[in-house]
C-alpha cells in the first residue's frame, strides 16, 4: 500500500514525524565497514513486522481489503506491527535497537557497543581484523538480536581463504551495500555505473545530463571529480535559461482579425537530430459585436495563448521545459512587455498574460508565418488539410539559429491611445455667484435653502444608509449661515476695504470668515459674540438679515434691531444702515400714519 496517497485530506506519512536524517549515517558507516581487513554485512529478517504497534495507534493502520477478490464484500483490517512504507518506520526500528542493544549483559556489552555504530536501518555493516573475530562477532550478534526476536541473516564476509573465493562466493560476486557494489573475493567497493551507458548517446540533452548525475549514488565521493563537470554544466545553461539541443518546447501562436481571434499550441520534439512539430491544441473566439480595435483583439488573443499554453503545460507534465509565445502584432507585445500604466482595458489582460506566461517568452512572428492566422479568419476544409495548421511553420522543423528575428515598431499612436489619462478635477464646495439669492425674499428662507443645498451635496457623497433625511437641523442652519456671509465677505470686501478692515482688531477663523475682536473675548460667552462676524454696509442679503431681526423684534426700533444685531455681527455703519432699512418697513410706515392720525 502507498502510505503517500491522499483524498482530501493529509495523507498518513504528511502527518507524521519523519525523525533524523539518517541517510547522512551512511557514509560514517560505510567508512568503518571499510576501516579493518575483513567486511562484514547482514540484515534483519522482516525487522519492522518484529516491532508491535500500540493499541492506541492500531486505528491509523487500517485498509480495506476484498474478500476473495470480490468487491461487494470488503472486510476493514488494521496493522498490528511497524509496517514498511510508513515515514517513521525507519526511526521506529532505530531507536528499538538501540534500546536493545543497550540491555545487554556485560560480556557482550563490546559486540552490542559495535552493533550499535553499524546499523543502518535493517542494515548491518562492519569489519574486524581478523578471521577469528569473525565467528566470534555473528555468534554474539545473533544472540544479542535474538533476545528482542530479531533475526540477523544473509551473512556475507570478506573472502578468507582461496577456497572460499572459489566455493563460498561463486555465485555471488556482487553485494550490493548501501547503494555500493562490494565484491567479497575481491574486497573492493565500487559505484555502480552501468545503468549509464545511455549518457554517450546523441543528441546530449538536459533531460539526460539530469538523469545521468542523479542515477550516481555516491555517499564517499569516490566519483565527485567526474559527476563535477555535468553539475557545472547544467548550473550555467539554468543561468543563461538556454540549453543547447533541448528536446521538447512548446510553442503558443496568437493572433487576430475583424471577426475572431485565435491561439494555438504546438509541440517541438528534437529526437537524433529529427525535428517534429504537432499541434497540440487550440482555441478560437468570435469577436464582439461591439467596436472594438484590431490591436485590442491581438491582446485579447494572446489573453487566451497564456491561458491555453498555461494548461497545455500542465496537462502534459512538461512545466520545465522552454517556452516560447509568437504574436505578428508589435503592439499588443510592446504592452506586455513594458511595464507601463495602461489603461483598465490593456493594464487587465496584460497582468493576467504576465501572471501566466513570462513577457520575455513573448516574440514577434511575421503575419505569413503565423499558423493561428487560419483559426482567426476561418476557411473550408481543402484549405485546412493542405496548410500549415497540422504541423505549424516550416521554419519550427529548423534549428533555433535559423528562426525567424523579426524587428518592427508599435504604432505610437495607438500605444498612447491606451495609457492611462489621469484627470485632475476640483470641486468648488463654494458657488461663485449665488443667483437664487436675488430671488428669495427672505434672510431666513436664504438660509434654509442654502442648507438644503449643501446636505443633498453631501448626500452625494455618502453610501445610501448613511445619508440625512428628515428636517433640517440646527448645525446645518448654522453651516449654512456661516457659508452665506463668508460669501458675502468675498463679494464685499475689495482690496481698499480689506485694508480698511485690517486698521481694525479682525482675525480669520478657520472656515475663512472675517471676525473682530471685540472687547469682551475675555469672558466664557460663545464665539459669536466675542467674535462677531465683519459684514458690509450696503450689501442685499446684510439688508435682508436686518429686516429679519427686525420683524423678529417686533418691528422695534433701531437702537434695539443694533443691540440683537451685535450679538452676532459687526455690520459696518450700522447704526446708518439700520435707520435706513427700518425707515423702509411699510408696516412701520403705516403704523406711524396711524399714531399721528390719532393726535391730530
Not at 581463504?161 to 555471488?172: D, F
Amino acid at each position: 500500500m502507498d502510505r503517500r496517497k491522499k483524498k482530501n485530506s493529509s495523507s498518513i506519512n504528511e502527518c507524521l514525524e519523519k525523525g533524523p536524517n539518517m541517510v547522512e549515517l551512511i557514509p560514517t558507516i560505510v567508512n568503518k565497514f571499510r576501516l579493518r581487513k575483513f567486511g562484514i554485512t547482514a540484515d534483519i529478517e522482516k525487522a519492522f513486522l518484529q516491532i508491535g504497534l500500540q493499541e492506541k495507534d492500531r486505528p491509523f493502520l487500517r485498509f480495506l481489503w476484498w474478500e476473495n477478490g470480490d468487491k461487494e464484500k470488503t472486510k476493514i483490517y488494521q496493522h498490528k506491527r511497524v509496517v514498511f512504507g510508513i515515514t517513521s518506520s525507519p526511526f521506529l526500528l532505530g531507536v528499538t535497537l538501540e534500546y536493545h542493544l543497550k540491555q545487554v549483559s556485560r560480556h557482550l556489552q563490546l559486540t552490542a557497543q559495535k552493533l550499535l555504530e553499524s546499523f543502518y536501518v535493517d542494515n548491518c555493516l562492519t569489519s574486524v581484523d581478523n578471521a577469528e573475530d569473525i565467528e566470534r562477532f555473528m555468534l554474539e550478534s545473533k544472540e544479542i538480536l535474538s533476545l528482542a526476536k530479531f533475526n540477523l541473516h544473509g551473512w556475507v564476509y570478506t573472502s578468507v581463504s582461496e577456497a572460499e573465493k572459489g566455493t563460498l562466493l561463486e555465485e555471488e560476486k556482487k553485494v550490493p551495500v548501501l547503494g555500493l557494489i562490494w565484491k567479497p573475493d575481491k574486497d573492493t567497493i565500487s559505484v555502480n555505473w552501468e545503468e549509464n551507458s545511455k549518457i554517450n548517446e546523441i543528441p546530449v540533452t538536459k533531460r539526460k545530463i539530469l538523469s545521468a548525475v542523479h542515477r550516481i549514488f555516491d555517499p564517499i565521493g569516490f566519483t565527485c571529480p567526474v559527476t563535477l563537470e555535468p553539475k557545472i554544466l547544467l548550473q550555467e545553461y539554468a543561468y543563461l535559461r538556454t540549453f543547447p539541443n533541448s528536446d521538447l518546447s512548446l510553442h503558443v501562436f496568437c493572433d487576430a482579425s475583424k471577426a475572431a481571434y485565435a491561439s494555438c499550441v504546438f509541440l517541438r520534439t528534437e529526437v537524433g537530430g529529427a525535428i517534429t512539430c504537432q499541434l497540440v491544441q487550440a482555441r478560437a473566439r468570435v469577436a464582439s459585436i461591439k467596436p472594438i480595435t484590431i490591436p485590442r483583439l491581438e491582446l485579447l488573443a494572446c489573453t487566451i495563448g497564456s491561458r491555453l499554453i498555461n494548461t497545455t503545460k500542465i496537462d502534459l507534465g512538461l512545466e520545465n521545459v522552454p517556452i516560447y509565445c509568437w504574436s505578428d502584432s508589435v503592439n499588443a507585445l510592446y504592452w506586455i512587455k513594458r511595464k507601463e500604466n495602461w489603461g483598465t482595458f490593456v493594464n487587465n489582460r496584460v497582468q493576467e498574460i504576465r501572471r501566466l506566461t513570462n513577457p520575455e517568452d513573448w516574440k514577434h512572428t511575421p503575419g505569413i508565418l503565423n499558423p493561428a492566422d487560419l483559426p482567426s479568419r476561418g476557411c473550408g476544409v481543402v484549405e485546412l488539410i493542405a496548410s500549415l495548421w497540422w504541423e505549424g511553420s516550416s521554419w519550427l522543423n529548423k534549428p533555433r539559429e535559423e528562426w525567424p528575428l523579426s524587428e518592427a515598431c508599435p504604432d505610437r499612436a495607438i500605444i498612447d491611445s491606451e495609457r492611462k489619462r489621469t484627470v485632475a478635477s476640483t470641486i468648488n464646495h463654494e458657488p461663485k455667484e449665488m443667483d437664487y439669492i436675488s430671488e428669495i425674499s427672505s434672510f431666513k428662507k436664504i438660509i434654509r435653502v442654502t442648507a438644503w443645498i449643501y446636505r443633498f451635496y453631501h448626500n452625494l457623497r455618502k453610501q445610501r444608509n448613511d445619508r440625512d433625511f428628515g428636517e433640517l437641523i440646527t448645525q446645518e442652519t448654522d453651516a449654512a449661515e456661516r457659508k452665506v456671509l463668508k460669501i458675502v465677505q468675498k463679494q464685499s470686501f475689495s482690496n481698499d476695504t480689506k485694508s480698511l478692515v485690517s486698521q481694525m482688531q479682525t482675525l480669520v477663523d478657520s472656515e475663512g470668515i472675517i471676525r473682530i475682536k471685540s472687547k469682551i473675548i475675555m469672558r466664557k460667552d460663545v464665539e459669536s459674540i466675542r467674535y462677531p462676524i465683519v459684514l458690509p454696509s450696503r450689501h442685499p442679503i446684510v439688508t435682508k438679515l436686518i429686516i429679519q431681526k427686525h420683524i423678529e423684534l417686533y418691528h422695534a426700533g433701531v437702537q434695539t434691531v443694533m443691540s440683537v444685531l451685535r450679538e452676532n455681527y459687526w455690520i459696518l455703519k450700522k447704526q446708518k444702515n439700520c435707520q435706513r432699512v427700518l425707515s423702509e418697513c411699510i408696516i412701520c410706515k403705516k403704523d406711524s400714519l396711524l399714531d399721528l392720525s390719532h393726535n391730530t
